[in-house]
């Protein structure tokens, strides 16, 4: 099946530095990635859609210069942190999306659990 | 914007008890429907899709769910839960028009199943 795996799986950092998280479809090339964040008890909140090629859309509310997208390949996307902040400790979610299967099926990565202190 | 509803925040059964949890979403158009299984440590993994044809829709694992168009709801079923079913539930939502591959999710349904 459609592996999709999340580097590193967990991280902590002091406030005011970068972080960079690394999404890669193991065994398949996709041209779109997602990013998601995960609030403890709460749902997956979308927010950017990586393209591989061009610039990342973000969703409203999310800010680009604080989270940067790059899709380099057809196999990773990489989002960093920039200047973290203890409020952007969270579970950060990617998924790969399989263009060949019948609706474009996004299989997800194991998460990136980032703590900022 | 569309929203995506899970009722049930919380759920305890006993092993051989029936399942349904509820989903709701608000939007008008036409949607794709999906509920995804996240076991304790591990990744979230599709469990069933419908896009059309027969409301009714088999996944894996002996979890079922159906549209009702009237209602705006998919609610996910098993008749007999098991031990291993232990793990957060989450319906989503991707609307056809406009919506590219986004997926919408709801807030998730953690369930216990209880020996």
């Known amino acids: 099946g459609a592996v999709v795996s999340q580097h590193p799986s967990r991280v902590i950092c002091k406030s005011g530095t970068s972080v960079k998280i690394e999404c890669r479809s193991l065994?398949?090339?996709?041209?779109?990635m997602f990013w998601y964040r995960q609030f403890p008890k709460q749902s997956l909140m979308l927010m950017a859609t990586s393209n591989e090629g061009s610039k990342a859309t973000y969703e409203q509310g999310v800010e680009k210069d604080k989270f940067l997208i790059n899709h380099a390949s057809l196999t990773l996307s990489t989002l960093t942190v920039t200047s973290a902040h203890p409020e952007d400790s969270s579970f950060y979610i990617c998924?790969?999306?399989?263009?060949?299967?019948?609706?474009?099926?996004?299989?997800f990565g194991p998460g990136t659990r980032l703590t900022v202190l | 914007a569309q929203s995506v509803s899970q009722h049930n925040h919380h759920v305890i059964l006993s092993e051989a008890a029936s399942l349904e949890l509820g989903c709701n979403y608000s939007y008008g158009g036409t949607v794709n429907l999906f509920w995804y299984v996240q076991y304790p440590g591990q990744h979230l993994q599709l469990l069933l899709k419908?896009?059309?044809?027969?409301?009714l829709v088999k996944g894996i694992k002996g979890f079922e769910a159906e549209f009702i168009k009237s209602k705006f709801s998919f609610n996910l079923r098993k008749p007999s839960v098991q031990w291993s079913d232990t793990a957060e539930y989450f319906c989503?939502?991707?609307?056809?028009?406009?919506?590219?591959?986004?997926?919408?999710f709801g807030t998730g349904t953690q369930l216990k199943v209880e020996l």
């Open positions: 065994d398949f090339q996709a041209t779109t």
């Open positions: 989503a939502v991707n609307p056809l028009t406009g919506g590219g591959n986004k997926l919408t």
């Open positions: 419908y896009f059309s044809g027969d409301p």
């Open positions: 998924s790969a999306v399989l263009a060949a299967s019948s609706y474009n099926e996004q299989f």
